[in-house]
């Protein structure tokens, strides 16, 4: 083929490839914002403002850059006149993770030269972690590092705003670093609403009555919560079993599953700790009943135009006697509706410490024959006892589940020493409970004891006299000879012995 006619042909493929490909990579991008699909990607757009900061740094240029907070003193923290948005809090406290700091000194937030504050909520708290604890975790708008508080929650005002810090403990804040990190403005839109943060609790909880984490009245949207949660009776967590109840503008708008699905997990958290930009557990303590979870509604805020009532059990029902408190984040148009008074006592701040155990004087435990315990059908486990009505030795039992007449239970009874002994037997009764007799050496010595009761309560004082014992382990036997018939199950309940010598 001549020279020409090639060169003409490539031309001509050149063309069409050109046609083709070309509007494609030098296509102009008519709507940037609708090409943005990450918080990064915004970040070439224009950024309006004024950058600000307040801190703690030292106005004498030295290296002392916090603020010491002594007992019973108010400091100011920020104050601003004009139109703003801070975007990022930071705070770290010495002494470190101190409770009373965490828990007694409060943190408050006016905007727009309001009255009452739109923040009033004890420093731990406000970052998202209960009891006064310091937890490390990570969450989108919050979270803890390193001894580092961090703050993202966006907040507005049009008109000035100012903080202060409280110290109600009667521990001296040694050192309070912080930065605010802000934009100020000529002005802002109007419909740019007011953060707001609001702090609860209810210790007791009340019966048959669902904990308010938060109840506003205008217009706004709510955005989460960090709940905090504490058996009062007992280590157990049933009070997971709550649903969340949520009312909008008088219509009831939620009704939840269990308190665990709320905070996007579930089977009470059984797999431990962690965190997630929108939900997590910072603490699960199973030696004192406590969680600490928070849940932040940022894909799925929850608009209200005159009014809202955040709720959630205690339980099923409300059947748990529990210490509860929580931190409610919403923005929300001014003015807000009064907060709840905030306790007139500082101790009324502090995390809930139970009383020790109930315990029968000398009593063996039967928790504690969990490991040697011998069952012929059904598993052997101990339960927490704390959340039923009454009074069980060490708030537990050992609960055996047999399923018929003739399974038996072996378990060591130990003894201090040689001799004949009356034994004083606790066991408990419930509506599944069956008709169990004692045995020592194939001999009966116990008969019948009817454990069958509409409700889950203690058997009181059984009498087994006149045993002889020899030091140490005794094998005895539970056996089941029947049931009651209101009676729905075999099961059996042991809380604890006592022996006296005769």
Partial sequence: MPFRYQLGAFLLAWSLLATRFMPVAHAQIRNPVAELTSPLSGLMLPHQGETMHEGSWDRKGGNADMRAVEPGQTIPLFDH?????????????????????HRQAILRMYWDNEPTPSVEVPVGDFFGVGFGEQKDYTSLPLNEMSGGYNCYWPMPFHKS?????TNLSKRRIDAFYYNIDYTAYKSLPKNLKHFHAQWRRENPTRPHQNY?????????????????MQNRRGRDFGFLEGDEMIYVDGRFA?????????????WYFDRGLYSAPYHGVTILDTQRGRVSAYRWHIEDAMPFHKHIQVTIE?????????????????????PHAPYPPLPTNPDDFLPYTPPPPFKYQGAVEAESFLGAAQSSNGPVMVQEMGSFNGHWSGEQQ????????????NFNLPAPADGTYDITAYFTKARDYGNVAIFQDGREILPLV????????????????????????????????GKDPRSTGYFAGIDAFVLKPR
Avoid at 398 to 409: E, H, I, M, Q, S
Wanted: glycine letters at 10%.
């Fill in 81 to 101: 006149k004009g139109a703003g948005i801070v975007h990022r809090f930071w705070v770290t406290i010495a002494p470190r993770s101190e409770m009373t700091i």
């Fill in 212 to 228: 308010t984490i938060l109840d506003a009245t205008g217009d706004g949207h709510f955005v989460g919560t960090a709940l905090f």
């Fill in 398 to 409: 050992l609960f055996w589940n047999p399923t018929k007449v003739g399974d038996t239970l």
């Fill in 450 to 481: 009817n454990l069958y009761d509409p409700n889950v309560v203690p058997s009181g004082p059984v009498a087994i006299n006149n045993v002889t014992l020899k030091q140490g382990n005794n094998k005895l036997t539970m056996k089941i000879i």
């Fill in 161 to 165: 705003a100012h903080w202060t810090l």
């Fill in 254 to 266: 939620v009704n939840g599953t269990g308190t665990e699905d709320y905070f996007s997990s579930g």
């Fill in 314 to 334: 205690h339980g099923h029902a409300n059947d748990h006697e529990a210490d509860y408190s929580s931190v409610a984040y919403f923005y929300q148009s001014e």
